[in-house]
């Protein structure tokens, strides 16, 4: 079946740092890939996002590439800031199983 | 714009109590969706649901029942709630197989269970 692999946590900063946080996925045929930000007491939000091979998701100076290559969607931010500290989770969406696989989120923790 | 809205936000149970946890989503999305986050497990798929009317078994769906009566809601039941079922549990809804560049999930905000 499907899978995501995340970079383990918890991840801490100082802020203006430079973010990664990696995740590769396995899936059949050619899945779009998430990224969510879950900040605490909420639920998922989305993040960015990818349809297909080569594009590159951005939002709120986030960003990651669909490598297909690599099987990767790996996540940065070339300067966080504290209120980027949240879970984030990467996440692939397959079409032909009508649904969504996520992985176990990584844990962002930016100081002052 | 109340997008995807879940209630009970927390609840106690004792163990073998019954419950519902209800969803509702206002954007005419097909596909709906029950996960549960334990630590260090990230989100698990319980049950989900294709359409009105259908429902199929996520990765983790023993304890659990779910209904599809009409597009906009999707019902958890939880028939005897047992410790292994304290958890938050959310709701998601997306727009479905046929318009695949928009299948992102919207997230409720999360209903805490506790079973004691």
Known sequence: GDSVTQMEGPVTLSEEAFLTINCTYTATGYPSLFWYVQYPGEGLQLLLKATKADDKGSNKGFEATYRKETTSFHLEKGSVQVSDSAVYFCALYNTNAGKSTFGDGTTLTVKP | ?116
């Open chain 2, 1 to 116: 714009n109340a997008g995807v809205t879940q209630t009970p936000k927390f609840r106690v149970l004792k163990t073998g109590q019954s419950m519902t946890l209800l969803c509702a989503q206002d954007m005419n999305h097909e596909y709906m969706y029950w996960y549960r986050q334990d630590p260090g497990m990230g989100l698990r798929l319980i049950h989900y649901s294709v359409g009105e009317g259908t429902t199929a078994k996520g990765e983790v769906p023993d304890g659990y029942n779910v209904s599809r009566l009409k597009k906009q809601n999707f019902l958890l039941g939880l028939e005897s709630a047992a410790p292994s079922q304290t958890s938050v549990y959310f709701c998601a809804s997306s727009y479905g197989q046929s318009d695949h560049l928009n299948t992102e999930a919207f997230f409720g905000q999360g209903t805490r269970l506790t079973v004691v």
